[in-house]
Nanobody, 125 residues
């Protein structure tokens, strides 16, 4: 079993900062790409940022470039999202996603996408 747990969301004024964290636990062999997504009310879930397994390549949605930074700590199975200069339009539920390779006696090796439960970020004007 693999679980992802997010933390760090909350209420902040426009121009403020938040740092989200997402830690994976369970029978993990390795973690490939990690990413953050968000979903605002009435809108589809969108990719915010992603990072490769080595942490050397990152990509961002145009709307957050220059304001958000994604990073990872492979020793801790954790991905972070540093969010600066927050705007009301950043208000959403933020989800982490990881591509994780696991081994189970019954199913053998498998690689799949795992999601966190989401954390609310609210930016007031």
């Amino acid at each position: 079993q693999v679980q992802l747990a997010e933390s760090g969301g909350g209420l902040v004024q426009a121009g403020g900062s938040l740092r989200l964290s997402c830690v994976a636990s369970g029978s993990i062999f390795s973690i490939n790409a990690m990413g953050w997504y968000r979903q605002a009310p009435g809108k589809q879930r969108e990719l915010v940022a992603q990072i490769t397994s080595g942490g050397d390549i990152t990509s961002y949605a145009d709307s957050v470039k220059g304001r958000f930074t994604i990073s990872r700590d492979n020793a801790k199975n954790t991905v972070y999202l540093q969010m600066n200069s927050l705007k009301p339009d950043d208000t959403a539920v933020y989800y982490c996603k990881m591509q994780i390779r696991v081994y189970a006696l019954t199913t053998g090796w498998q690689t799949g996408d795992y999601w966190g439960q989401g954390t609310q970020v609210t930016v007031s004007s």
